[in-house]
């Protein structure tokens, strides 16, 4: 049942139960004075009407008249006494019914409240008509969904977290085993292979840590102005020896005069270093990382563009989420635990910046671009 716009806001509602009220109060006052008047007052003074019509002398007459008033009066307020308390008790059945109904969205908004604090992420409330309340229960539907989605998070969290810690698990095990049953000798080799297993866990451990403090904004910054190209350079210098290593070169220029950044620097380098270890682990040899330190509108900009094997377009948009790797064995067998890029886009925005992906497709290289804030001017 549609109801006329006046009455899809609250107050309006109220005002109109209001009214009601004493409009159910006012016809119960009339009615009830109505039937008094007409049947109970008249007999009432049936009495005193028959003395005064009889009265043979003066003081009779004059007796008859007050004694006539007296009852009169008394008559009238007891009409008036039942009516007003048959009025209250009526105004009174009115008004809570009413109000029930005002109020029922609102009852219902408190149960799924509880339900959802119990961890019923699904429960949303059905949007009542009147404007005020239906604004309180799409927020509610709002938040609830948001916290659904959450949950869903944490849930797919452990799952991912559980899976990556499985797998060098799984291999220490394997040669633990190995070594008990004499499948694998004791020696160096066997030793070095185990020792990658448990490098790799603490570096999961290190990155997961990493990734629960930058997703939780638990990071402290030192923020401070600097010129950009020192600090790219330096980056890059670190992993100089690792690309010829490779047999990849890496090269850095510069398209504008080095800009000044607001950054700290320490997580700038962090992010630079995930960039060109990325790079130089998903490019081939002979191949070429090109590092550009340019200037736009009101960001510096570092773009780290690599010959190697690219990103299928279907895997771009996921490439920042954590664990997410494109090819799963490949990355896990170079080290990735697929949380690095997750963790220096959010370092970005930490600092007011933004990275981001591109590539032309699978072997056709990629382009990372970090965009930092300028510093202010003086
Ligand atoms: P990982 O530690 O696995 O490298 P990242 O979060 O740094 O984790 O990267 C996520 C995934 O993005 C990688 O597993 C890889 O599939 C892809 N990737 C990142 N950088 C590049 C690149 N330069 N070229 C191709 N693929 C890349």
Request: aromatic share 4%; glycine share 8%; hydrophobic share 50%.
């Amino acid at each position: 049942m549609s109801r006329h716009p006046l009455f899809s806001r609250l107050r309006w509602r109220i005002v109109a139960a209001h009214m009601l009220v004493v409009i159910v109060g006012v016809i119960v006052v009339l009615a009830m004075s109505r039937i008094l008047l007409d049947y109970v007052v008249p007999s009432a003074l049936a009495g005193d009407f028959a003395a005064l019509a009889s009265a043979e002398s003066e003081a009779e007459l004059a007796e008859g008249t007050s004694a006539l008033l007296a009852a009169f009066r008394s008559a009238v307020l007891a009409s008036v006494a039942v009516a007003a308390t048959g009025a209250i008790v009526a105004a009174l059945i009115t008004g809570l019914v009413l109000a029930r109904q005002i109020l029922h969205p609102l009852d219902q908004l408190a149960g799924s409240a509880r339900r959802v604090a119990a961890g019923r992420y699904s429960e949303r409330v059905s949007v009542p008509d009147s404007e005020e309340l239906a604004l309180v229960a799409s927020s509610f539907n709002q938040m609830a969904k948001a916290l659904q989605g959450v949950e869903e998070q944490r849930v797919t969290l452990i799952g991912d977290v559980a899976h990556e810690l499985r797998t060098p698990l799984t291999a220490l095990a394997g040669y633990l085993e190995g070594l008990v049953d004499g499948l694998f000798e004791p020696e160096e080799e066997t030793f070095d292979a185990m020792h990658q297993e448990v490098r790799r866990l603490q570096r999961l451990i290190d990155d997961l840590q990493a990734l629960s403090r930058v997703e939780a904004g638990q990071i402290s910054l030192q923020m401070e102005s600097q010129p950009l190209l020192p600090l790219v350079e330096l980056a890059a210098a670190s992993l100089l020896s690792q690309a010829a290593g490779k047999g990849v070169t890496l090269s850095v220029s510069r398209l504008a005069d080095s800009p000044l950044v607001h950054v700290d620097a320490d997580r700038v380098l962090q992010i630079l270093h995930n960039l060109l270890g990325n790079a130089i682990r998903y490019t081939p040899e002979g191949g070429r990382i090109d590092v550009k330190v340019s200037s736009r509108e009101r960001n510096a900009e570092v773009t780290v563009t690599d010959t190697g094997i690219g990103i299928p377009a279907e895997a771009l948009p996921y490439i920042f989420e954590r664990f997410f790797r494109v090819d799963t064995s490949r990355s896990r067998r170079s080290g990735g635990s697929g949380i690095g890029l997750t963790i220096s886009r959010y370092l970005a925005w930490a600092m007011g910046g933004e990275l981001t992906a591109a590539s032309t497709g699978a072997g056709r290289g990629s382009t990372f671009t970090l965009l930092l804030p300028l510093a202010p001017p003086d």
